[in-house]
């Protein structure tokens, strides 16, 4: 007994039925589906990862008499990148309690292109310490300008305490499981884009050849 060529072989049982569900389901339920997931592991996230916080203080270069503003402008665009250099660093560890690895990864400068100001942040799990970190860094880089201060004819003053920080700097959950559920929403999409093209080719029936044409052997003969 021969098998029914136009018989199609589907799967039975609960992978059957699974997939019979899946072909019901509109094209839209990927992309609530993928946002949903998206959306958990992201709010998920933002629960168990540990939150950081960051505490800047402030610093202005003030030109002495012998010098003008222009010249502390250019100084202050300096000293913002010298903060960092190992130097600078060295000293701040005392202050700070901390290694001067920790202070590298940890501690960030920025300058304005208009104001003679530098600002020095430093980022940490715990908010005292990132206060900590961020004064001592600025006391250090205060010691080493005003020791140039005779050629220089430029004062660093401190203009504003790194204060504790109340508020973490790090995301928060709910705005890491809405970036969840947009990337989610995104992986979505594309799978619903890329879907079409793959069943296309399998929904597609098989082409079953026709039965073979008798031959009338007398008609030749």
Known sequence: ?????????????PAGAALARAKVLPPWSLLAAGAVLGGLVGG???VVKTPTYTATSYLVAVPTEKSDPSAAL???QAYGRVATQLAVL???QVW?????RTLQESVQTATSPDAPMVSVSATSSAPDLAA???NAVSRALTLHANDAQADTHV???QFARATKPTEASSASATVTGLVGASAGGLLGGLVLLVRPRRTADSARPASVPG???AVDVRGQM
Do not use: I, K, W
Not at 1 to 10: A, K
């Open 1 to 13: 007994m021969t098998e029914n060529p136009t018989r199609s072989h589907r799967p039975n049982g």
């Open 132 to 134: 900590d970190m961020a």
């Open 44 to 46: 998920a996230y933002g």
């Open 211 to 213: 039965p073979a044409t």
């Open 155 to 157: 004062e660093l003053q």
């Open 90 to 92: 060295g000293d701040a």
């Open 96 to 100: 700070a309690g901390v290694p001067v």
């Open 74 to 76: 250019g100084f202050a």
